[in-house]
C-alpha cells in the first residue's frame, strides 16, 4: 500500500482566491481593536503559517511579507517588524510542510506552536533591540490560543474542498 | 536565496522607520487607502463601548449627575477668581510692556482605545486632522499630562503616552525650578535622567513642564517624584509616577498653541535704558 497522508479524505484542489480572500478576512480581524488583551490570536500569523503548510506552491514569502507590511501599518508598529516576522514565518512553515502534513490536523497544531513563537519572539528582539520594553510573557499567550485554534481552523477552511463535484451518494468521497 | 532578499528589504526597513522615520509618508499614504477597513473592523469594539454606555444604571448617573454639579459650582468660583486674575495680570504685564502669555486652542477628544502595537504606550483618540489636531500637541487630563500627539489620521490621532520609552517631557521641579527631562521608564513610571547625584530632589516632589521646548505649555502638572537612589553613579536615579490617570484616562484634551512659540531672542541692550 502506497503510504498517504493520515487525513484520507481526497480534497479537490484549492482555490487561489480562497486563500488570499481568507487571509484578507483575518487582516481584518487583527484590526478590531482589542488593545492590549492577551491572548488574542494574531490572525494572520496563523492564516499564513496554515497555507504555507497546506499549499506550498502557492503561499509564501512574498504573501508574508505584504501581509506584515499591512499589519504594520495597522497596528502602528515599526514598518517591517511584523514583515520580517512573517516572512520567516512563512519560510519556516514553507520548509516543514511536507514533514508536517503527514499528522493529524491535531499533531500539526502542536508542531505549529514553535513556528508561531518563533516569530513573535523574533518581532520580540527587533523592538527590543530598538529600544522598546519587554511586552511581558502574557504576549506570548497569542500563540498558544493561535494552537488551540487550528484544529477548528483547520476544518473550516478545508471545506470548501470536501464538496464533491456533483453529489453522488454511491460515491464513497 | 529569497529568503535573504526578503530579510534585508525588512530590515532596511525597520531601520529607515525607527532610527530615520523616512517611512512616515509611506505610512501615512497607505494608512488612507486602509482607512474604511480599519474602520469596519473597529465597528464591533464601538458597539461594546456603546453598549455599555447605554446599560449605565439610572443611579450612576444621578451619582455623576451630582457629582458634577458640586463640580461645576466650585469651578465656576474658580472662573469667577480667575478671569479677576487674569484681568489683573494682562493689566500688570501691559505696565511691564511684557508679551501676553500664549493662548491655547484646546479640543476635547474621548480615548478609543488603546494601540495594538504592544512594544509601545500609546493610545487612539477620536479626533484627527480633520479637527485640527497636529502632531506634537500636548494630551492632558484633569490632573495633568497624559502624552504628546504624535500620528495624525484624519478624524483619530495616536497619542503617546509619557509612560512610553521613546517619550521625553522637559519638566521643572515645582519647588526649586532646577529644569530636567523626564523619559518614559515602562510600568506605568517614568525616569529623570542626567541629574547629578547631589541635586536638590525629594521624594514627593511634583514635576511640572518647563516649556522649553516650544510645544509643551508651561506649567502642566506631569509626575511626582517616587524615589531618589544617589549611589548608583554620577547621576542620580530618580523614579516618578505619573499625576494624571494616564492609563485610565477616558476623556482627554488636546492642547495646542493658538500661535507658534516666539522666537527665542537676545533682547535688545537699548531696552534696559528705558
Known sequence: ?173 | MRLWVFVIVCLTMLVADLHFRYLEVVRQTLSVVLYPVEMAAATPAEFVRNASKYFATLIKVQRENRELRRKALADAERLLRQTELERENGRLRGLLAMAERVSVTSVAADVLYEARDVFSRKVIVDRGSQHDVTAGQVVVDEQGVIGQVTRVYPIQSEVTLVTDKAQAVPVRIERTGQRAVAYGAGEGLLELRYLLANADVQPGDRLVTSGLDGLFLPGLPVARVVSVNRELQAFAQIVCEPLAGVGQAAQVLILGRAQPAPERQVPPPQASKD
Open chain 1, 1 to 173: 500500500m502506497q503510504p498517504t497522508h493520515r487525513s484520507r479524505r481526497i480534497l479537490r484542489p484549492v482555490r487561489i482566491w480562497f486563500v488570499y480572500l481568507s487571509l484578507c478576512v483575518a487582516l481584518l480581524l487583527s484590526y478590531v481593536p482589542t488593545g492590549q488583551v492577551p491572548g488574542v490570536p494574531d490572525w494572520v500569523a496563523l492564516l499564513l503559517a496554515f497555507w504555507c503548510v497546506r499549499e506550498r506552491q502557492h503561499v509564501g514569502m512574498g504573501a508574508g511579507f505584504i501581509f506584515g507590511v499591512l499589519v504594520d501599518i495597522g497596528y502602528g508598529a515599526a514598518m517591517g517588524q511584523h514583515a520580517l516576522a512573517y516572512v520567516l514565518l512563512a519560510y519556516a512553515a514553507n520548509a516543514v510542510s511536507r514533514r508536517v502534513l503527514w499528522f493529524t490536523p491535531l499533531q500539526q497544531s502542536i508542531q505549529i506552536l514553535p513556528l508561531l513563537l518563533g516569530a513573535q519572539l523574533v518581532m520580540v528582539v527587533v523592538r527590543m533591540l530598538a529600544g522598546a520594553e519587554f511586552p511581558g510573557w502574557g504576549y506570548f499567550l497569542s500563540s498558544v490560543t493561535g494552537t488551540l485554534l487550528w484544529l477548528p481552523l483547520h476544518f473550516v477552511l478545508l471545506l470548501p474542498q470536501y464538496q464533491p463535484e456533483e453529489r453522488d451518494n454511491n460515491r464513497p468521497i
